[in-house]
Structure formats: structure tokens, C-alpha cells
Nanobody, 126 residues
Framework: QVQLVESGGGLVQAGGSLRLSCAAS????????MGWFRQAPGKEREFVAY????????AYADSVKGRFTISRDNAKNTVYLQMNSLKPEDTAVYYC???????????????????WGQGTQVTVSS
């Protein structure tokens, strides 16, 4: 059984930082792309970032580019999202996800990902 477990969410003031982690278990994720998505109340789930197994391919949503950094430790089956200069509009439930898809445009869409974590709440106060 595949499990993705996020951690690291919380309440932070605007301008602050948080580091999210996502630990994968239950199978090998060799070759898999890992992604982060977020969903704010009343809004659709939106792409945040993804990273390929080899770390060669990384992409970010325009809204987080320059502030967020995605990374992964394949030996630990863990992916991270370092979030700096947080804004109130970053408030959402953040989900990690995994896929064996490879097309760049497809990886920006939630439907490309087969495995999902339960989510971790990030709240940024103004």
C-alpha cells in the first residue's frame, strides 16, 4: 500500500518561512516525479511545484517562483518544499503527490498524479 505523509505545516506570519516534508512508503518511487499542490477554501487544487527523480527537471507555479524551493532525498524517499517570504494568499492545504508520468505540461495537472498524501495545513497571517 502506497503512503505519502506530509508534515511541517502550521501558522506563520507573513514574510516567514516553513519547510514541508513528504515521506513516501509502501513501494519504490524510483523514476517517479514528486509534486506539491495546494487547495485554498472554495478554490480548486492548484499546482505548486514538481521535481523529477533525477532532479534534472523542476518546475514551479509563477505565484511561488523565487520564494519556494522543491527538493528530494531519494535515499529517504522524501520530498521537501521550502517556503520563504510567505504571503497570506499562500494559505491552503498543501498536498504532495507522485506520478510516473513524464510529459511536462501534464505534470502541471492534478489528474496526472496517482498517489496523494492527506495534506498539511499552512496558514499565513497578515
Amino acid at each position: 500500500q502506497v503512503q505519502l505523509v506530509e508534515s511541517g505545516g502550521g501558522l506563520v506570519q507573513a514574510g516567514g518561512s516553513l519547510r514541508l516534508s513528504c515521506a513516501a512508503s509502501g513501494r519504490t518511487f524510483s523514476g517517479y516525479v514528486m509534486g506539491w499542490f495546494r487547495q485554498a477554501p472554495g478554490k480548486e487544487r492548484e499546482f505548486v511545484a514538481y521535481i523529477s527523480w533525477s532532479v534534472v527537471r523542476i518546475a514551479y507555479a509563477d505565484s511561488v517562483k523565487g520564494r519556494f524551493t522543491i527538493s528530494r532525498d531519494n535515499a529517504k524517499n522524501t520530498v521537501y518544499l521550502q517556503m520563504n517570504s510567505l504571503k497570506p494568499e499562500d494559505t491552503a492545504v498543501y498536498y504532495c503527490a507522485s506520478t510516473d508520468a513524464s510529459q511536462g505540461w501534464f505534470l502541471l495537472q492534478a489528474r496526472a498524479y496517482a498517489y496523494w498524501g492527506q495534506g498539511t495545513q499552512v496558514t499565513v497571517s497578515s
